[in-house]
């Protein structure tokens, strides 16, 4: 089952939650490194290849619409602030995931994986409508 259609049928918020955490573990930990670093690759040779660029670009619509979509069901659902623009909430989900490969290519380790997900918890947290 797709996250949308988890988020879809889920009962109360505790299923909500469970369906969301279960989903944002998926690059908390370093065993996701490498996938962050192909994505980053992709990115940089697309920059000088316009066929590759327009690949992308189109990729890339799809997943910020697919994710902008899981925002607007969740906003529905009274769990992220309907004030918010589901495209650009999408688009800071992407960055905040993105982001962590500038914290492994620093390769002194100074990252803490614990802190990052605390941190980044913590800015996910902001956007959490309370009960």
Same mark, same amino acid.
Do not use: C
């Given at each position: ?7 879809? +049928? *889920?009962?109360?918020? @505790?299923? =909500? ?8 573990? !998926? ?11 192909? !994505?980053?690759? #992709? ?8 066929? =590759?660029? &327009? ?6 619509? @799809? @997943?910020?619409? &697919?994710? *902008?979509?899981?925002? *607007? #069901?969740? @906003?529905?659902?009274?769990v992220i602030d309907p004030d918010l623009d589901p495209?650009?909430? +999408? #688009? !800071?989900?992407? +960055?905040?995931?993105? /982001?962590?490969?500038? /914290?492994?290519?620093?390769?002194? /380790? ?10 980044? /918890?913590?800015? =996910?947290?902001?956007?959490? #409508?309370?009960?």
């Amino acid at each position: 089952m797709e996250l949308l259609d988890e988020l879809r +049928a *889920a009962r109360d918020d @505790q299923e =909500l939650f469970v369906t969301i955490s279960n989903y944002s573990e !998926i690059f908390e930990g370093t065993e996701h490194a490498e996938e962050l670093w192909q !994505i980053f690759e #992709v990115i940089g040779s697309a920059h000088l290849r316009p066929n =590759l660029r &327009r690949s992308l670009a189109e990729t890339q619509r @799809q @997943q910020n619409e &697919r994710l *902008a979509e899981i925002v *607007a #069901v969740m @906003q529905e659902r009274g769990v992220i602030d309907p004030d918010l623009d589901p495209w650009a909430t +999408a #688009v !800071i989900f992407q +960055a905040i995931t993105l /982001g962590r490969l500038l /914290g492994i290519i620093d390769e002194t /380790g100074k990252l803490d994986p614990k802190s990052w997900s605390e941190l980044a /918890g913590r800015f =996910l947290g902001s956007i959490i #409508v309370k009960h």
